[in-house]
Structure formats: structure tokens, C-alpha cells
Nanobody, 118 residues
Framework: QVQLVESGGGLVQAGGSLRLSCAVS????????MGWYRQVPGKQRELVAA???????NYADSVKGRFTISRDNAKNTVYLQMNSLRPEDTATYYC????????????WGQGTQVTVSS
């Protein structure tokens, strides 16, 4: 059974940094496309950053130049380095893994809270 476990959230002042981690178990991590999403109450979940199995990345415009997504296939882990944090980055951050078995199959973590104080 595939499991995704996020860690690294917390409370930080504006301008600070956090690094989120998402550990994947139960399947071949290197075959997954991975992504970080965030959600605030009352709003849709939005893509923050994504990285393919081949290492290609893309970012939401709001985080370009501040956030960096990376993966370590040896550790079955994807990271989100968040710098220059702003109060509007406050959200619950979710890790998603996607693999293709005849069709795309998505797996989600439980989420980790990031709160940025002004």
C-alpha cells in the first residue's frame, strides 16, 4: 500500500524559511511524478510545485524564485524548500504522488500546516 507522510511544517515569521519533506513508501518512488499542493479553508487546493520522475520541475507563479522542489530517489523523499515566506503562504501543504498504471493514479499525504506570521 502506497503511503505519503509529510513533515516539516510549522510557524515561521515572514521572510523566514521552512523545508517540507514527503516520504513515500509502498512502491517504486522513482516512477512517481510528485507535487506539493496547498489549501486554505474555503478555497480550492492549488498546485505549488511539481517534479516529474525525470526531474523536470514547474512552479506556481506566486512561488517562483522563492520555493524549490527536489527529490532524492535513494531516500524515497521529495522536498519543498520555502524561502522568503509571506503571510499569504499560510496553508495546509499536501504532497501528491502520481504514477501511471493503465491510467493516472494519485496518492495524497495527510497534510502539514505552514503558518507565516507578519
Amino acid at each position: 500500500q502506497v503511503q505519503l507522510v509529510e513533515s516539516g511544517g510549522g510557524l515561521v515569521q515572514a521572510g523566514g524559511s521552512l523545508r517540507l519533506s514527503c516520504a513515500v513508501s509502498g512502491s517504486i518512488f522513482s516512477r512517481f511524478d510528485m507535487g506539493w499542493y496547498r489549501q486554505v479553508p474555503g478555497k480550492q487546493r492549488e498546485l505549488v510545485a511539481a517534479i516529474t520522475s525525470g526531474g523536470s520541475t514547474n512552479y506556481a507563479d506566486s512561488v517562483k524564485g522563492r520555493f524549490t522542489i527536489s527529490r532524492d530517489n535513494a531516500k524515497n523523499t521529495v522536498y519543498l524548500q520555502m524561502n522568503s515566506l509571506r503571510p499569504e503562504d499560510t496553508a495546509t501543504y499536501y504532497c501528491k504522488g502520481q504514477r501511471f498504471v493503465m491510467q493516472p493514479i494519485d496518492y495524497w499525504g495527510q497534510g502539514t500546516q505552514v503558518t507565516v506570521s507578519s
